[in-house]
Each structure stands twice: as C-alpha cells, then as structure tokens.
C-alpha cells in the first residue's frame, strides 16, 4: 500500500451565528486535527472582536466610544474596516458598514441606547494610525457579513500555517477553497432553500451569498429585507439571491451587497476585484457574470 | 434598456433538490476523542424527575424534550454530553465537554441534517442542472457537499447549550 494516502477530516461547530465547517484533506490525520482547531480558533476570535451583539467586541466598543473620543480596535479588525472603506470608496457608498443604524431600527439587530446621526455615513469613519478609529459623527456600524468572510480567509490561513495541504472552510455560505483540490460548490435557490440552483466548481477561490431567502419580514405592511443599499438607503425587497466568487472572502462577501443593490451597474467593480457573480431571480433564468480567466490557479467554473 | 454589461443568462431555470441533506461529522467516540484528547470517559447516564425537568425550563427558558440524557464523566474533572436540537428542518445532533468548573470547553456538531417535505412535491420545479455537463445525471446523496447561501442560524444549539448548562447546574453539579 502507498503510504500518502489522502484522507479527508470534516468538523463542524457552531459560529458567528451559524454553523461553520471546515474540511481538511491531506495524508497525516494528526496535523489535519491539529489545523482544524486553529482554524476554529481563529473563526473563534474574529467572531469575539467583530460581534455586534457582544458588548466587549471592537465594534461594540466604536460603537459606544469612537464618538467624540477614539478608539484602538486589533489589527485584525482594522484590516476589515479598512476593505470596508475602500469598498465603500470604489461602489460609491454603496456599500456602507454604517447602515447598521438601518437595520437595526427594523428589528434585525439589537437597538442601542444611543441616538446615531441620521445623516452619518461611511464618510464619517476614520481609520488613523496605530489601529485608532475615530467617528466624526454618532453613527452604528456592524461589519456582520465581511466579518464572516474575514473569519474564513482567517481559518483558512491558520490551516495553511499548519501545514494542511488543502481544504474548505464554509460559514454559514461564505466559503473558501484551496490547495490543488477543486471543489463543486452548490448555490442555494432563493425561493425554497431546498433547492440548489446551480453548481461551479472552485479552485483556490472564495465564494459568497446573500439572499433575502429567510430573513425576509413585513414590517408596517411591507417586506423588508436585512440588505440596505448604502446610497439610496432602502431595503432590497425583491426575491433574489447573488453570489460572488472572489480570491478573498471578506471581498466576495462584500461585493454581494453591491451587486444586490447595483446590478449590471456592479459589472466595473467585479472586474476590478476579478470576481464572479451569479444572480438568481424568483422565475428567471440565473445569470452570471464571469470575470476570472481559466489559465489562472483561482478560478470559478461551472462544473 | 441594455445594461453596459451583459450579464450572461442562462436558458435553463435549474434546481436540484437536496431533498435530504445530512453529513456525519463524528460518532460518540470520535467527538469524545475531539473535545478531551487522552481522556477516559465513563459513562453516567441522567434521567431527570419531574421536578428537575421544570427547574431547568425555568433557568434556562428552554423547554426539556427528554428526561433521558446522555452523559459521560472524564477522568479527571469535566462532562462530555450528547445532545439533540430540532429545527423546523433541521436535526441536530450535537456534544458539548464541560470543564470541571461547569463552564463550556467545546462544542462539535457530530450529525446534521436538513430534510424537506411538501414543498418540493407541490412545487413543479424542473429538476435541471445549471452547467457545461446539465445532461450528466447529479447524485445527490454523494455530490452536494458544499453549499453556498442563505445563512442557517445555530440558534436551536445557542438554545440547547442554554438548557445544557442548566442540566449541569440541576443534575450534574453536586454528583
């Protein structure tokens, strides 16, 4: 018998949320073990610094204090609030992590005891040096979905770090892939999640969804949805899902909500970030936009 | 009006029904393995009175399903528990070690499954595959391994841990 045999090792715990589970493949179960606790671990500690909900996190803390004052949030937070700004920057404020306020006034997330500045936007966040953010306004920001995808691009560097030679880690639907393994990944349909829609097969890639699929509630009358569009500040009400592939999660992640809101108009920014889309409609055909060529080693394809 | 890019739209509006979705991560032994490596454990089943049963609702807030829970002690100080959470699709089974002090070492997710009924069979869904091989039939059991999409809270296990942590005050504590 060989002696490198490849076996597979899959766990699954519950996170950020939702359930988060991480596949290894390689020829020591040992080490394969021994990745997958540090990725949890890592998943473990974006989730204590990046939580809305958890009073002693970074973002509670620059909820409560970086207006007047500021506050020094861990590298790893910056790194997120800095993507988060550039895509704020490059979609026009399209994307904008201040929209929490939004949201949370419809009941998705927890309403605080202070009072945000209506007017308050991306624009009012500052990133300075040595990790201090300072808020020019009163404003909410919850990092939700890009935290998620950050937590994956994390597991999947403490893996990496271990010595595993390929694997998945997928949270919740935000999910990333690599070493020479390609993977068939299914998308969830909008209408029934108990249907897939589609399926690509992904290569040292990382893929996202957002959806309205199950959060989606009336609220005075009409449906809403926890998706805002940073610029015209209303909620995407219509049954569709978009699917973003992308080298980085915390991107893909992110550029969901841009296509959501942008449609077509998204095509540039995808471009730029060498990313796919799919978009699922409620009785169309899905459509997708393909941005990743075949002759490099991150690609999306359908399968 | 045309859009400046083209997305491109396929003809076939494709689903596939993962009727049943379900992956077993670990057995008993190997989730004991996982949660205290180089422990022995020994089984010490708990079946709760009545009286137990109602003090747990009431600190945890979560209803108690079964009055038979299983339970193992670790050398050495600390639980390992196997328990279930049910959701309106979703089954899951779930161990959760206690450190010897009560609170939570780590939490595996050991079966889930995600099941539908109805609606797939009242729904006139055509059963086609978005892709270069759609003729290629699709094995569901063997090929849906990853999904990407619609967020599933854990929530039903947030409630569970919340009821397990108040088994451990009521019935494992002072044992």
Known sequence: ?303 | MKSEFAFIALPISALVAPSTFAVQYLTVDQAQRAIFPGKSLSAAPVKLAPAQRKAIEQVSGVRVLHDDQQVWRVSGGGWFIVDEVVGKHEFITYAVGLNANGSVKQIEVMDYRETYGGEIRNENWRTQFVGKTSQSPLKLDRDIKNISGATLSCRHITDGVKRLLAFYEVALKRS
């Open chain 1, 1 to 303: 018998m060989r002696t490198n045999r490849q076996i597979e090792i899959r766990r699954c715990r519950p996170l950020l949320g939702t359930f988060v589970e991480v596949t290894t493949s390689g020829s020591k179960a040992a080490s394969l073990e021994h990745g997958i606790n540090a990725a949890f671990a890592a998943i473990e500690k974006v989730h204590r610094l990046m939580s809305f909900h958890d009073p002693d996190s970074d973002v509670s803390r620059m909820n409560r204090e970086a207006f007047p004052k500021s506050v020094i949030v861990h590298p790893w937070t910056w790194e997120v609030l800095e993507t988060a700004q550039h895509l704020a920057q490059e979609s026009n404020g399209v994307f904008d992590i201040a929209t929490a306020r939004l949201v949370a006034s419809r009941g998705y997330l927890p309403k605080r005891e202070y009072q945000p500045d209506n007017a308050a936007t991306w624009r009012d966040i500052f990133l300075r040096k040595n990790c201090r953010v300072f808020f020019r306004r009163q404003l909410v920001i919850d990092l939700g979905g890009i935290a998620k995808g950050f937590a994956v691009d994390r597991a999947v560097a403490a893996l990496k770090a271990c010595g595993v030679e390929a694997g998945i880690v997928n949270a919740g639907g935000d999910l990333r892939v690599f070493g020479p393994i390609s993977r068939i990944i299914h998308v969830r349909h909008p209408a029934t999640r108990a249907f897939a829609a589609g399926a690509v097969r992904l290569a040292e890639r990382a893929m996202a969804t957002s959806g309205v699929y199950f959060t989606r509630r009336r609220h005075h009358g009409e449906y809403v949805s926890p998706l805002v569009d940073g610029c015209t500040r209303r909620f995407a009400r219509e049954l569709i899902s978009v699917s973003v592939a992308a080298a980085e999660c915390v991107v893909a992640d992110a550029l969901t909500k841009v296509v959501f809101a942008l449609r077509e108009q998204a095509a540039r920014l995808l471009k730029q970030y060498r990313a796919d889309a799919l978009i699922l409609e409620r009785d169309a055909a899905p459509s997708w936009n393909f941005n990743s060529s075949c002759d490099t080693p991150d690609r999306t394809q359908f399968d």
